[in-house]
Each structure stands twice: as structure tokens, then as C-alpha cells.
């Protein structure tokens, strides 16, 4: 009996012994071996991705910056521009030359004296103050630069997302004749930025000089995301904006832990190329053979514990959106829509951006219920649903306001802009074959955010655009000023 006591005695003060002193070794194994991979990434592996990037960019758009400059000073152009732009087809296939000859996506000029944009394509458009996708133009204007870099959609390319290289063409005494330049497709350079992050496992982007993302393998982000309003990032961000002569290497804590960050600005684009590397990542091989040789089985409980979590979050999320769903048609119910309007409108309040909402209303829906029963009622709404979700912007929020009236929130969009695309779903709706057989048309009222509005001040005048869509005879939008 006093062996076995004595024995087990023995046991725990070697457990005491052993196990801390085990603990410790290993502890001090990991802060050391820490600290070495975070001194290789923050001096070595990060600035070589930097310096590969910065190559790669720069080499890319070294010949569109080479020829933008090149066409600004052109004597073709510019005796053209001085004789009056006579015949708008020497400049179209001046510009096509330029394209073509490079491999660019677009080129283009823009009038000072007519404010005609011409494209490869031909005379495009008259700019305008009044137009917000005109706006570069007069900012770059107003800015006094000769070259400047803009990431812009291209209207000539429907849309795409283009980074703009706009150089200033003056006359030989000084005098503003234009704009001119060339784009390259953002795609191009997202696509690079994917592979790199795929290849080295690092998260490469670049900003302009105010902080604003100008390149990211997300293009969803690009000119959305402000590392200066970003979490984690915007503690560092003045650093980061601050520093044109020399590298940065910092780290900052991300939500997901430390994040290693190098930094470097480019001269002749004015943007900041960023490297960033999630340390915990890095440190993953290290921790698991801390924890393996330590406690394997707290270990699997652990990883057990986040199991049951991740289910019931899962579980939760589940719940939620259940919560947020209308039963019938699967989109947004009121709820859900109430929360994507305060905070689009808080967007609106913080970034001075706008907002119009359509409030849609199929005409007539209780003589479809009367005439062809609920179940078909039910169908017609679930393939209006299906229509409008198929075709609606990614940004744009859309959801059962209740019975037949839905609500459709169109972010930086216009009142319009939501005119015309009242008037595209209205057409598309009387197009649709599922409901053609029901002659289902709509009423849209249309509103657009203006200063002083609340949320509730928006949706009453949107409201009172349906109401007198309704009262003109149906089947129209109405646009409440």
C-alpha cells in the first residue's frame, strides 16, 4: 500500500516535472522558430513578391503609358485638332491603328473645344458635367497633370473595367486641345494578381494616393474598398501613404490575426503596390507540431468543440436566413430589406454617394388569384421573382415588400437610372412566356435619394410614385422628384 502510494507519488512529481519542463522547451522551440519565419517573411519572401509584382506591372504598363505619351504629343493629332476635326474618320482610324498595333483594349480623345469622345468606333458621345461617368475628365482636367491613371468602366466596351492612361495634348503655344489615351482591361491585371496570390499564397493589391484600391485580384473591391477606412489596415494606412521614398515593412492586426504588410510606391503610376502575408498562415506547421507533441488530446477536443460550433452556427445561419427569407418566392422579405436600406443609406450619408428604390406592383394581381386560383397566383409571383433576380445588378437589393409590391434598391444609382430600368423590367415582364399567359404587367414608382431624406421620407415618395402610376393607368413607371 505505501509502495503503490509512494509510486504514485513518483508519478505525479515527475508529471511535475517533466511535462512543465517539456512544455517549456517546446514553448520556447515555437517562439524562436515564430520569430525566424516572421524575419524571413517580412525581409525576404514578401519583398521579393513586392519586386515581382512591381516588375511585372510596370513592364505591362510601360507601353501603354509610352504610347499615351507618344499620341499626346503626336502632329498628326494635334494638326488635326487645329484644322477644326475635320472628318471624324481619320481620327477613328488613327485610334483603331494604335489599338491594334499595341494589342490596347480601347483608345480614345476627348475634345476640349467640342467635348467629343472619340473611340475606335467612332464620335461616342458628347461629354457632360451632368453625367457622373464624365466626371474623370474634368477632374483630371482641374488636376493641372500631364498623365494621369484612371480605373474607370468603359463604356465603348460595355461596361468593362478598364484602367484609363489620360494624357493631357496641348497645342505648341500651351493651349488644351484634349484628353488622350489607351486602356488595358483590369481583368489582365486581376489575373496577374490571382496567380500570384495562388502561387506564392501571398494577397497583392495596389492603391492609389488617397488609399482607394485601384487594383485587386477581387475585383469587386476595386474602387470600393479604402485601406484608410478598412479594419486593421487603416491603423497603418498613413504610413503606408506617407512612404514614396522608401519600402515599408510593418504588420498590423488583421480580424483574423497578425497580418505581415510590405509596401512600395510606384512613381511613374502613382500607385502603392501592397504584399500582405496572413502570419498565422506561415506559423501553421509550427503550431500543429506544438500542439501534436503537447496535448493531443485537448487537441481533438478542441477541434471537436469548433465542430459543434461551426454546425451550430451553421445551423444558426440557417435560422437567420430562414428569418430573412420570404416562404413563397425565396428573395429578401421586408425585414431584410429594411436593413439593406439603413445601410445603404448610411453609405449614402457617410461616402455623399446616391440611391434611387423602385417600388414594383404587379397590376391586377387579385383577378389572377379570383380568375386562375392562389396556386397560380403563387406561380406568377415566384416567376416575376425569377425574372427580376436574374437580371438585377450584383449590388442591387431586391425583396417582397409585401403581397404583390416588391422593392428594388439600386445603389449609386440615379433617379433616372431607375426610370430606365423600370421601364426594362416592365418590358420584360410583358416579354416573360411564364406570364404572358396571365397578361401580368407592372406599376413601378420610382425615387431618388436627395438631401434632408430619411428612410422613411424616401420610401413615402416612393410610394407615392406607385400610387400615381397606379392612378395614370398602370402599366408604367413614374418618377417622384
Known amino acids: 500500500m505505501i509502495k503503490n502510494l509512494t509510486r504514485y507519488r513518483l508519478t505525479i512529481l515527475l508529471m511535475l516535472v517533466l511535462i512543465p519542463s517539456f512544455v517549456a522547451v517546446s514553448l520556447l522551440n515555437y517562439y524562436v522558430q515564430r520569430d525566424a519565419i516572421r524575419e524571413e517573411l517580412i525581409t525576404t519572401s514578401l519583398p521579393l513578391v513586392r519586386d515581382l509584382i512591381d516588375w511585372e506591372i510596370s513592364t505591362r504598363l510601360q507601353d501603354p503609358l509610352l504610347a499615351s505619351s507618344l499620341m499626346a504629343r503626336d502632329t498628326f493629332l494635334i494638326d488635326w485638332i487645329l484644322d477644326g476635326e475635320p472628318d471624324p474618320r481619320k481620327i477613328e482610324r488613327y485610334l483603331d491603328a494604335i489599338r491594334l498595333e499595341h494589342g ?37 482636367i482641374d488636376s493641372g497633370e500631364s498623365v494621369e491613371l484612371d480605373v474607370d468602366t468603359d463604356e465603348v466596351s460595355a461596361g468593362t473595367l478598364t484602367i484609363f492612361i489620360n494624357c493631357r495634348v496641348e497645342s505648341p503655344a500651351g493651349e488644351l486641345l484634349g ?39 477581387d475585383m469587386n473591391i476595386i474602387e470600393k474598398r479604402n ?92 435560422l437567420k436566413d430562414y428569418s430573412r427569407l420570404d416562404h413563397l418566392t425565396q428573395v429578401g422579405n421586408r425585414l431584410e430589406l429594411d436593413q439593406k436600406l439603413q445601410s445603404e443609406f448610411a453609405n449614402c450619408q457617410r461616402f455623399g454617394e446616391t440611391l434611387s428604390i423602385l417600388m414594383i406592383d404587379l397590376d391586377n394581381f387579385k383577378d389572377i388569384n379570383d380568375t386562375y386560383g392562389h396556386s397560380c397566383g403563387d406561380e406568377t409571383l415566384i416567376n416575376f421573382t425569377k425574372l427580376v433576380s436574374s437580371c438585377k445588378r450584383p449590388t442591387d437589393s431586391f425583396g417582397r415588400w409585401g403581397g404583390d409590391e416588391f422593392l428594388l434598391v439600386l445603389p449609386k444609382a440615379t433617379g433616372d437610372e431607375g426610370v430606365a430600368i423600370g421601364n426594362q423590367l416592365r418590358s420584360l415582364v410583358a416579354e416573360n412566356e411564364p406570364l404572358a399567359n396571365f397578361q401580368v404587367t407592372i406599376s413601378v414608382g420610382v425615387a431618388e435619394l436627395r438631401k434632408g431624406d430619411t428612410v422613411e421620407s424616401l420610401l413615402s415618395r416612393t410610394d407615392k410614385a406607385l400610387y400615381k402610376a397606379k392612378k395614370a393607368g398602370k402599366d408604367r413607371v413614374y418618377l417622384q422628384v
Open 104 to 140: 490596347f483594349d480601347t483608345a480614345f480623345f476627348v475634345s476640349a473645344k467640342t467635348l467629343r469622345y472619340f473611340s475606335y468606333q467612332g464620335v461616342h458621345k458628347e461629354i457632360d458635367t451632368g453625367d457622373a461617368h464624365d466626371i474623370w475628365y474634368y477632374d483630371f
Open 179 to 217: 484628353v488622350v489615351g489607351v486602356g488595358v482591361e483590369m481583368s489582365n491585371i486581376a489575373a496577374l494578381l490571382q496567380k500570384t496570390q495562388k502561387t506564392y499564397g501571398r494577397v497583392v493589391y495596389m492603391v492609389d494616393e488617397s488609399g482607394l484600391v485601384q487594383a485587386h485580384s
Open 227 to 318: 485601406i484608410r477606412t478598412s479594419f486593421g489596415i487603416e491603423r497603418i494606412a498613413e504610413s503606408i501613404l506617407s512612404s514614396k521614398e522608401e519600402t515599408l515593412d510593418t504588420h498590423y492586426e488583421g480580424e483574423h490575426g497578425n497580418i505581415l504588410l510590405t509596401s512600395r510606391y510606384i512613381p511613374n503610376i502613382r500607385w502603392y503596390i501592397i504584399v500582405e502575408q496572413d502570419e498565422s498562415v506561415s506559423l501553421q506547421i509550427v503550431r500543429r507540431m506544438l500542439i501534436r507533441t503537447i496535448l493531443i488530446g485537448i487537441f481533438t477536443s478542441i477541434l471537436a468543440l469548433i465542430i459543434s460550433i461551426r454546425v451550430v452556427n451553421k445551423y444558426n445561419q440557417s
